[in-house]
């Protein structure tokens, strides 16, 4: 007998168990949480994007600013060029190249004392 009743409350259990996993499958068990759990999910999406697009704004405002400088930096310097600082600019590099073959010959000289030692 005990054994008859034990699979009568198996089955039992069984079926209540089907009927509330028919009930959370198709989403009758808990509507209420479902929505609200959709519903914040909604207004995290939307406040994440916002903060995002907020972010991404403040980039590119400081993109733009720093193109638009570049842009009204740019005419000076050509000008500058025309105005004959190109022949300055090339005596300069003259003397800059100057200055790095006096220096590689003091680092020979160097390498070489350093070698004897």
């Given at each position: 007998m005990l054994t008859?009743?034990?699979?009568?409350?198996?089955?039992?259990?069984?079926?209540?168990?089907?009927?509330?996993q028919g009930r959370i499958t198709n989403g009758t068990l808990f509507p209420n949480i479902s929505t609200a759990i959709s519903k914040d999910m909604d207004k995290l999406v939307k406040k994440t994007f916002r903060g995002l697009r907020d972010k991404v704004d403040a980039v590119l405002k400081l993109i733009r600013s720093d193109v638009d400088m570049a842009l009204a930096s740019g005419p000076q310097h050509r000008g500058d060029d025309e105005?004959?600082?190109?022949?300055?600019?090339?005596?300069?590099?003259?003397?800059?190249?100057?200055?790095v073959k006096e220096l590689k010959k003091k680092h020979e000289a160097l390498l070489g004392i350093l070698a004897t030692i």
């Open positions: 008859l009743c034990s699979r009568a409350g198996t089955g039992k259990a069984e079926r209540q168990r089907s009927t509330v105005n004959g600082d190109d022949g300055e600019e090339e005596m300069l590099r003259e003397e800059l190249g100057d200055v």
